[in-house]
């Protein structure tokens, strides 16, 4: 199997030969611009330079932000990246009049990015269970996102701006909505990351971190799902059905709905919780004043909760449970 720097070689050395020989059989600048950019073999041998090129930068930019990435995190690309591949040949069969070497260039361009998004939401996920992470790992981390999210911006902003001009559902508009929820995926990163680094703060102690992350998610795929749901009419309407679209629509329809469902056992959850007693001093006595959910101590200054088969539980850690599961997580009695 061919290294990454023999590739990289080979495409270097190719490609300044095939220059080379175009100067050398050309007298005129540019009659040798022009056999480059008419020769099938030139144009291939540059692209396949170009390629190589931005694999380089991105190793690079993933040194720099990342580190060295585990086995899974290239798992995960590897995988979303075969799955956006599939989805762009299904898009070609829509936009297929937009269809052009621009098009190719930019669904490229919105793959690199799309992959340092994958990367960092699995690196956020890692980190959120890893209990030692240096500093200068958060400070590039980050950077990283806010990177992400200033690239986002601009581009959304400039193929927005494009589709409009060429009369809303076009080629360009695919790229604007696929930008748009990049730029929604950044920012979600960027406020759970967020909270992931506040509950560091506080030892691990803030209580209210799942009831926040739960809210995020629920605003984020609600806004997801209208992003889907615009872009889905607008190109039904225009061009027909959208193949490339609807298993995301409905995968996202799905989140939602789980999300909804969630929220409703959410709140139940939170009234049981209101009519489950506060545990007493002769409560926390006979637990030997230690939460099975954490196993650390339960204080009488503290909030804790008895339940009807007489285990006793942090307040924060019952409710955490209870958003799970809807039993006693010692004895495994219902909770009425």
Known sequence: MVSFTAYVSLSTVSAALVIYHAFVTRQRFFTAVMFLSNSKVALAVLGNLVVAMCLVFHKLVVKVFLGSLRGIEWEMARERFTSSIMEFLLAVTIFREGFSNTFVAMFAGLLFVKVFHWLVQDRIDYLEVTPRV?????????????????????LLSHTAKSAVATGGASATSLF???????????????????????????????????????????????????????????VFFNYGLPLHLVRDLYMTYRNFRNRVTEFLQFWNVNSRLDQIPDATTEDLSRTDNICIVCREEMTPEG??????????????????????????????????
Not at 204 to 230: C, M
Not at 308 to 333: D, I, K, N
């Open 303 to 336: 909030a804790n909760k008895k339940l009807s088969c007489g285990h006793v539980f942090h307040l924060h850690c019952l409710r955490s449970w209870l958003e799970r599961q809807q039993a006693c997580p010692t004895c495994r009695t219902p909770i009425a």
């Open 176 to 234: 604007a909505f696929e930008y748009g929820i990049q730029l929604l995926v950044i920012l979600r990163c960027m406020l759970r990351y967020s909270f992931t680094v506040a509950d560091l703060a506080t030892s691990g102690r803030w209580e209210s971190k799942s009831t926040a992350v739960f809210y995020l998610e629920l605003v984020a795929d609600f806004l997801r799902l209208i992003l889907y749901a615009a872009f889905f009419a607008a």
């Open 134 to 154: 240096s500093f200068a790992q958060h400070l590039r981390l980050a950077a990283l996102m806010s990177l992400l999210a200033v690239i986002d911006g601009v």
